[in-house]
């Protein structure tokens, strides 16, 4: 299988799995690493470091919580370099990681931040941190069925 032959050009050939709510998935070594890492991937996703580390990154909406902490911080104030206010964080990173196991919260979505909508991804709850994270949902491999 060849996931990405260069640059700019990705051609993915996984198996359909049908991912449902409940079940418990992982990520992909094939989609989701370079061959030197075990997966199918010349490049990697995002960047060396990511794919070494086993790591693949996904997203975080911001909660009430974290743009009131934000507004209280020093970076909400003052202007940005165009002269305008500056806007809370819709979003934030979260690294997911090869060895964990993950269940499916919503298995299609497309969910909005950085005012725009993402389509193809799935929303999966870490069963480590209790944190509901977005991620592509052709990253991910189903392992084990909800009964």
Same mark, same amino acid.
């Given at each position: 299988?060849?996931?990405?032959?260069?640059?700019?050009? /990705?051609?993915?050939?996984?198996?359909?799995?049908?991912?449902?709510?409940?079940?418990?998935?992982?990520?992909?070594?094939?989609?989701?690493?370079t061959e030197? &890492?075990?997966?199918?991937?010349?490049?990697?996703?995002?960047?060396?470091?990511?794919?070494?580390?086993?790591?693949?990154?996904?997203?975080?909406?911001?909660?009430?919580?974290?743009?009131?902490?934000?507004?209280?911080?020093?970076?909400s104030k003052?202007?940005? &370099?165009?002269?305008?206010?500056? %806007?809370?964080?819709?979003?934030?990173?979260?690294?997911?990681?090869?060895?964990?196991?993950?269940?499916?919260?919503?298995?299609?979505?497309?969910?909005?931040?950085?005012?725009? &909508?993402?389509?193809?991804?799935? %929303?999966?709850?870490?069963? /480590?941190?209790?944190?509901?994270?977005?991620?592509?949902?052709?990253?991910?491999?189903?392992?084990?069925?909800?009964?």
């Amino acid at each position: 299988m060849v996931y990405n032959k260069g640059i700019g050009e /990705i051609t993915m050939q996984t198996n359909v799995v049908n991912l449902r709510k409940g079940d418990l998935v992982k990520l992909d070594p094939a989609a989701c690493f370079t061959e030197k &890492s075990g997966g199918c991937l010349q490049y990697p996703l995002t960047n060396y470091g990511n794919d070494e580390r086993g790591t693949v990154e996904g997203t975080r909406i911001a909660t009430e919580e974290d743009i009131r902490v934000w507004r209280n911080s020093e970076r909400s104030k003052g202007l940005t &370099s165009g002269g305008e206010t500056k %806007l809370p964080p819709t979003a934030y990173t979260v690294n997911l990681h090869r060895d964990r196991v993950y269940t499916i919260l919503r298995a299609r979505c497309r969910p909005q931040w950085n005012y725009r &909508s993402h389509p193809g991804m799935a %929303l999966v709850l870490c069963t /480590i941190t209790g944190e509901a994270v977005y991620i592509k949902r052709d990253l991910l491999e189903k392992i084990c069925d909800e009964p």
